[in-house]
Nanobody
């Protein structure tokens, strides 16, 4: 059974940093593209970036391009999203996903809340 579990979310002040983790089980993550998505309150889910199998980042959202960095540790079967200079508009539920050769995600985590507020 494939499972992706996000962790590391919570409340952070504007300008702060947070790192989300995505733990995978039931698959070998080194064969998968890891993607991060976000759903802000009242908005549709949007793709933020995806992390290729060679750790390259492909960004889908310009607003996070110079602030968020995706990475992976295949030995630990983990993906990460380092978020810097957080803004209130970054508030939302963050999802990781794993796709075999695609950034769309064949498998999804349950999501984790990130709230950016003074």
């Amino acid at each position: 059974q494939v499972q992706l579990v996000e962790s590391g979310g919570g409340l952070v002040q504007p300008g702060g940093s947070l790192t989300l983790s995505c733990a995978a089980s039931g698959l070998s993550l080194d064969q998968y593209v890891i993607s991060w998505f976000r759903q802000a309150p009242g908005k549709e889910r949007e793709g933020l970036l995806c992390i290729g199998t060679t750790d390259d980042n492909i960004y889908y959202t310009d607003s996070v391009k110079r602030r968020f960095i995706g990475s992976r540790d295949n030995a630990k079967n983990m993906g990460y999203l380092k978020m810097n200079s957080l803004k209130p508009e970054d508030t939302g539920i963050y999802y990781c996903a794993a796709g075999l050769g695609n950034c769309g995600g064949d498998y999804w985590g349950q999501g984790i809340q990130v709230t950016v507020s003074p």
